[in-house]
């Protein structure tokens, strides 16, 4: 148990970030962790050490956060394949740049607000590539064996979720950006 | 190269260990279109922000009482 307790300790910020991601909502987040947690104990056993401990925690927690997600929207089925039939972002439209620097428009909680709005609007199925990939940065192998999606399938998806993230975050400086130039008129 | 054979390739400009021909393809394409050096920068900056950005800190209070919970069911589960 001392050993196991070592693991939690050391992934169960990891592990409640990535849930946070896929249900977006800290108290179902927090269950996630707890039975992602209880479920690697119970089969501990059944870890072959052909992966990381790691990786086969997250597709354990991915598991768990998309049944949540189901629980939530009464019963209906969601899965990790859910709307990534789309188009949007795969050619960016809104070619502006980004300038001022967002950076310097927004306060860090308010940028923050921001960051959450854009990435809730992307499908589960994105939202979770995008995290593993870019945020908490796994392998594009690894991201493919905790998801248990191909390789080729885990680039397309981070692709368009990045180029979808960054077109919906264009719009938003877009508008602080004028915002700005109008303060500065006054 | 087009602009859209050039945005499916994105990737390898954002991976700074990907070199050869290709990279050199791309860059090729980048000095001649402001657009796509545009949609380079700007979705090499977002992936910048979120991951500068803590979004979902979990607060040192909130990781004991997760941690403790963990733990607690784990014990119980008589394993």
């Not at chain 1, 072959?48 to 929207?73: C, H």
Request: hydrophobic share 35%; glycine share 4%; charged share 30%.
């Amino acid at each position: 148990m001392a050993a196991f307790e070592k693991l939690v300790r050391q992934y169960e910020r990891q592990v409640f970030r990535i849930a946070q991601h896929i249900v977006q909502n800290r108290e179902d987040a927090e269950d996630v962790v707890q039975d992602a947690f209880l479920k690697s104990y119970e089969k501990l056993d059944q870890f072959q050490g052909n992966s990381k401990f790691y990786t086969w925690l997250v597709r354990i927690a991915v598991n768990e956060a998309l049944m949540r997600l189901r629980k939530r929207r009464t019963g209906r089925m969601v899965s990790i394949d859910e709307d990534v039939e789309t188009d949007e972002g795969s050619m960016p439209r809104d070619l502006a740049d980004w300038s001022p620097d967002p950076e310097a428009l927004y306060g860090q909680s308010e940028m923050a607000d921001i960051l959450r709005k854009t990435i809730q609007g992307l499908p589960p199925g994105f939202r979770v590539v995008f995290a593993l990939r870019d945020v908490d940065g796994l392998s594009t192998e690894e991201t493919a064996e905790a998801l248990g999606l191909s390789i080729p399938a885990v680039k397309s998806r981070l692709l368009r979720a990045r180029l979808q993230l960054r077109e919906r975050l264009t719009r938003y400086f877009k508008r602080g950006a004028r915002r700005q130039s109008k303060d500065g008129v006054k | 190269m087009t602009c859209t054979e050039f945005l499916q390739q994105l990737d390898e400009m954002l991976d700074p260990a990907i070199a050869g021909p290709l990279r050199a393809e791309l860059q090729e394409h980048l000095h001649c279109c402001e657009h796509c050096e545009i949609a380079l920068n700007t979705t090499r900056k977002t992936i910048e922000i979120y991951r500068k950005h803590e979004l979902y800190e979990l607060p040192e209070d909130l990781q004991e009482r997760l941690h403790v919970a963990i733990l607690e069911k784990c014990r119980g589960c008589g394993k």
